[in-house]
């Protein structure tokens, strides 16, 4: 029978700490441990090519988030004293990296966001290290996508092939790190890196090889198939810094949440991953692992803002929203949600959205209400993410083809102080006609709820709600809309 070691599904998650404290982890052991009095001076500067905004966020989530303003040359620098060798995250709009920071004077880096990690290359101190980690991840990257084709082997083959892979990486980088001479610390946390990756496949495993239906059939998974987990430790909000820690915790507790209301209600057919009951476990789950504030807040904040944007129903909004604020004691992140509930909760089908200004190409200012006649599909776009906004474009251009009678409205959301969208909209040729700006971005951003590329909705006369928050890419975006237009 399947026992999931200290998170099994049959046992209370809450046990896996007492176990954690007991054991308390060789393999993760601080790299603050061996260098205590050790810290460095160091000072970071970086070169962004094609920047998508003026900034960059570096943050280590050891006590350091700075906002650092990008010169007209797009460069930035700033100066650390004091500070611990590990890992730090580098955000720029929806693209985020770990970076080492170890022993030595002057990191320097360069990247085009055209290409944001190939392009992405050290100089200075610990270049080599950081240099390694870039293509690990590269690396990582590719291979995770070649194992989709391996989660049908058997539970112990499987297994195997993930150890293997994990040990192998180990080998490569402990000889790499003797023949270039890395740090201690990078070493230590570019092995946690290795190590979640591969742990991440062992959690995906049982939902790909056995499907949601027969998810309970993973009782049969081997003893030994979530061993490493007698010597994890999961509740330390410096891991945030390593990449490969977030697709790990999501993994497991997407794992864990769907074993336990499969055993609820009997089968896994009977589970809607999109559901209310599934969102509450994840949660309650979420709220086992972790009894840092910080982690337990991120990743129930995560679960809950995603339930938001995608659900439809007031009520359940409501329930998961009550659900969060029993986890959570962050009072501005326990705010933020719930104005975020309440701002999608009146978008519920059936009430009006905003009649909101749009700039019209020629820069003349519409009412959003002179261009939604009859039927109409408005997506949100920003020339920050520029794959989106062509992918989005070309979906929106096949569905204008087949159906004529719906009016697709783009909107932009880049700043309107800039030339970007006029920039964008001739670089990709995009419909003239049918492409707006929003006069006010801010205020309306937050009326509607929007991130740069999440919303698509519905509207009809006298811009009524049909569906806030539609996918255009989904299988059934044809039938969809078909049946809005046979009402």
């Known amino acids: 029978m399947f026992e999931k070691i200290s998170l099994s599904r049959k046992r209370n998650p809450s046990i896996f700490f007492t176990i954690c404290a007991m054991t308390y982890l060789v393999f993760l052991s601080s790299c603050e441990n061996k260098h205590q009095s050790n810290t460095t001076s ?17 943050r280590n989530y050891a006590g350091i988030q700075d906002t650092l303003k990008l010169n007209k040359k797009g460069v930035f620098t700033k100066r650390y004293e004091g500070v611990q060798p590990g890992l730090f995250t580098f955000v720029h709009t929806n693209e985020y990296q770990s970076f080492y920071v170890g022993y030595g004077d002057t990191l ?46 058997e539970p112990s083959n499987f297994k195997q092939l993930i150890d293997d892979l994990i040990e192998k990486r180990i080998k490569k980088l402990r000889k790499a790190a003797k023949k270039d001479d890395f740090q201690d610390c990078f070493v230590e946390n570019t092995i946690k890196i ?52 977030r697709t790990y915790i999501t993994s497991l507790v997407s794992n864990i949440a769907l074993y336990n209301c499969a055993r ?33 807040g991120l ?54 959205l905003p009649d ?51 009016n697709f409205i783009g909107i932009n959301l880049d700043d309107p102080t800039s030339n970007v969208w006029h920039e964008a909209s001739e ?7 049918s492409e707006f700006q929003l006069v006010d971005s801010q205020s309306i951003s937050k009326q509607l709820a929007l991130r740069n590329d999440n919303r698509s909705m519905v509207v009809g006369p006298s811009l009524t709600i049909i569906d806030p928050n539609i996918n255009l890419f989904h299988y059934q975006i044809e039938t969809t809309l078909l049946g809005y237009l046979s009402r």
């Open 194 to 245: 290795i190590k979640f990756n591969g742990w991440s496949r062992l959690e995906r495993y049982a939902y790909t090889h056995y499907g949601k239906n027969d998810i309970l059939k993973s009782d049969v998974l081997p003893s030994n198939f979530y061993s490493y987990q007698h010597h994890l430790k999961i509740d330390d909000s410096k891991l945030l810094n390593n990449y490969a820690y």
């Open 427 to 433: 670089k990709f040729g995009f419909n003239e006609s």
């Open 356 to 406: 909101f200004e749009l700039y019209q190409y020629n820069n003349k200012i519409t009412a959003l209400s002179a261009q939604v006649k009859g039927l109409g599909v408005l997506f949100y776009w920003s020339n920050e993410n520029e794959s989106y906004a062509l992918r989005i474009h070309k979906k929106v251009n096949e569905l204008r083809g087949k159906y004529p009678e719906i």
């Open 108 to 153: 320097r880096w360069r990247l085009n966001t055209k290409a944001f990690d190939e392009s992405l290359s050290f100089t200075g101190a610990a270049a080599k290290e950081n240099n390694y980690l870039i293509d690990l991840f590269l690396e990582i990257e590719k291979s995770n996508r070649s194992l989709l084709s391996e989660y049908q082997r």
């Open 299 to 352: 990743f129930a904040g995560i679960e809950t803002r995603n339930f938001i944007r995608n659900r439809k129903n007031a009520e359940e909004i409501k329930n998961l929203v009550s659900e969060f604020l029993k986890i959570s004691e962050d009072d501005a992140l326990k705010d933020n949600i719930t104005k975020m509930a309440a701002t999608y909760m009146n978008l519920d089908p059936g009430n009006k």
């Open 42 to 58: 160091i000072v970071l500067i970086g070169k962004i090519i094609n920047p998508r905004t003026d900034h960059v966020i570096l």
């Open 264 to 296: 609820k209600h009997g089968s896994g057919k009977a589970v809607d991953r999109m559901g209310y009951d599934y969102r509450k476990e994840k949660l309650h789950v979420i709220d086992s692992l972790f009894t840092d504030q910080e982690l337990k």
